[in-house]
């Protein structure tokens, strides 16, 4: 029987670690520790080199190319950014550039190819005599991520599902197992993969810390614990989410008539629940859910009660489309108003979940006749303050944060207007005196080039990226320690986790947020965005 391409590979490389026996045997079994500095009695030394236990050995990465970008916004956190942040984390660690390989490809095919041509290469050189350089793959595997989960940028973490009948994912899973099984240390960057245990998996971002972190800054902003259920602060969320296309390639008649659809259904209700929105919700509503419970925190639109839970995310669910419009008009219609409105619905602060969403109600707000910047919320900072501590000319001091603006309705139970004392308000001073058009509070993520201008204007107050410099520093770290004692060295972002039943070590960073008042430090200094780019 004539073999496939996949097939001839596949024996080419099975015959290549029969070869190598004896050097896996040698090196504790072939396992993970077989990856160590020193090498095997029958590799040969090659001349003209420094002992193996001076030289940290060879790294290869494989990511993914940059994902689409809608509407010319530019989220930080690409591959094409981290990839040469992470080269030159690993030149800090002594290694030179001619032993990293980097490799990049549009699809899991394509990836999956260029993984196993890079064994095929190595362990031929093995075979050949040449030296047996310890090695580590870092490896990013090629995901098909939605339009939805672009907005938030390249890195969000999911699980490459397992199909046997893909020759991709089949190729890709028998490559890892080579690998490890030719004593190369592997290590796997935002996207594990089914059947693989390896030696380090890099968490990057995920739906429920990006959801938490920014309801965290919110409740923080507008100091949620000083509210009252007579005057609570009012807090709409905007959770992006891909409308469900309600056609099928496979009546509920192919799939076993009733029994088949119930099984389809509930598969399908399953994987809502583990969808990006879902689990950007629960997130959420974790930090928020006891403020909308007790009445502190109210939900303009109505969409949210009281006795709402996390299972309720796709009440404020809607689909953003390609530009900013479908945010502009759910906003517009959450907020029961029009451009051509006298009066303005009160609302205090607005999670848009991401960038391109904020976007969206920047535009609308503006339009629909809201005034003012998020640095109202905060009467200590100014405009002129912020662009000073931009460009370095002073020091940003944060204050206290005051309470949103009151309704001029929201009275005390003996019918007086609140004492602004009893909260943390928006001063008098600060709240429009003819409605309630004071700008709220907004909260993004993906800190988009585009957007950054609208955080030292005020009118987006927050947005949030990975920490790619201190990953890179992490990844290097952990690579090297691979190569030279077969091991992942300790550091306080790696953990041991379990995962069925295996232990898994993991290494994660806090998410980082960035508004006005740290925006030079976490995007300036760093070299991420250049001055020009904020503005300045």
């Known amino acids: 029987m004539k073999k496939t391409g996949f097939a001839r590979r596949l024996s080419s490389l099975l015959a290549l670690l029969a070869g190598l026996a004896m050097v896996a045997s ?4 072939g396992g993970p520790a077989s990856g160590s500095g020193q ?3 029958s590799a040969p030394q090659s001349q003209g080199t420094t002992a193996a236990a001076d030289v940290p050995g060879r790294v290869a990465i494989f990511t993914p190319s940059d994902g689409i970008t809608l509407s010319q916004h530019t989220p930080i956190n690409k591959w094409a950014a981290l ?4 080269k030159s984390a690993l030149a800090k660690e002594h290694l030179s550039d001619k032993h990293i390989d980097t490799y990049t490809s549009g699809n899991l095919e394509d990836q999956s190819k260029e993984l196993q ?3 095929v290469n190595r362990l031929s050189e093995r075979k050949a005599g040449k030296a047996s350089e310890p090695t580590t793959l870092v490896v990013a595997p ?3 991520p939605d339009s939805i989960t672009r907005q938030y940028g390249d890195y969000i973490s999911k699980s490459l599902v397992a199909d046997s009948k893909d020759k991709a994912r089949a190729r890709m899973v028998s490559s890892l197992r080579l690998a490890s099984g030719a004593g190369m240390h592997v290590v796997l960057l935002a996207n594990q993969v089914p059947g693989i245990q390896p030696d380090l998996f890099v ?4 739906a429920r810390a990006i959801g938490q972190m920014q309801a965290d800054k919110l409740a923080s902003k507008l100091e949620l614990d000083k509210a009252s259920k007579d005057n609570p602060c009012r807090i709409e969320i905007l959770l992006p989410n891909r409308t469900t296309d309600a056609s099928s390639d496979e009546s509920p008649a192919d799939k076993g008539g009733e029994a088949g659809q119930a099984e389809q259904n509930q598969q399908e209700d399953q994987d809502e629940q583990h969808s990006f929105p879902a689990q950007a919700f629960a997130g959420i509503w974790q930090v928020l859910g006891p403020y909308f419970k007790d009445g502190r925190a109210v939900s303009p639109s109505g969409l949210l009660k009281a ?5 309720d995310w796709q009440a404020i669910a809607f689909d953003p489309g390609k530009d900013a419009s479908a945010t502009g008009k759910e906003l517009a219609t959450r907020l029961a108003m029009n451009d051509g409105a006298k009066t303005h619905t009160e609302v205090d602060g607005i999670l848009a979940m991401n960038d391109f969403i904020v976007s969206g109600v920047v535009s609308e707000l503006g339009d629909l006749g809201y005034r003012g910047s998020s640095a109202d919320v905060n009467p200590e900072i100014s405009i002129s303050g912020i662009v000073g501590s931009m460009v370095g000319r002073q020091d940003l001091h944060r204050k206290r944060v005051p309470k949103p603006a009151q309704s001029p309705t929201a009275q005390n139970p003996t019918g007086s207007q609140a004492d602004p004392s009893q909260g943390t308000g928006r001063t008098q001073d600060s709240t429009p005196s ?13 800190a988009y080039v585009d957007n950054i201008p609208q955080i030292v204007d005020g009118r987006q107050w927050m947005t949030g990226l990975e920490d790619r410099l201190g990953l890179a520093a992490d990844i290097a770290k952990a690579c090297v320690g691979l190569n030279s004692q077969g091991k992942v060295p300790a550091m306080d972002t790696i953990q041991t986790v379990n995962q069925d039943g295996k232990q898994l070590r993991r290494l994660s960073r806090p998410l980082v947020a960035v508004s006005a008042s740290n925006l030079k430090a976490a995007l300036i200094d760093t070299g991420y965005i250049k001055p020009a780019d904020a503005g300045l």
């Open 26 to 29: 040698a090196a504790a079994c």
């Open 39 to 41: 090498q095997s009695p």
């Open 83 to 86: 990839v040469p942040e992470l």
């Open 117 to 119: 041509d890079y064994l």
């Open 142 to 144: 090629m995901t098909s």
């Open 203 to 206: 968490q990057l971002s995920d």
């Open 307 to 311: 006795d709402s839970t996390e299972k």
């Open 434 to 446: 003819d409605d309630h058009a004071a700008w709220p509070i907004i909260s993004g993520y993906g």
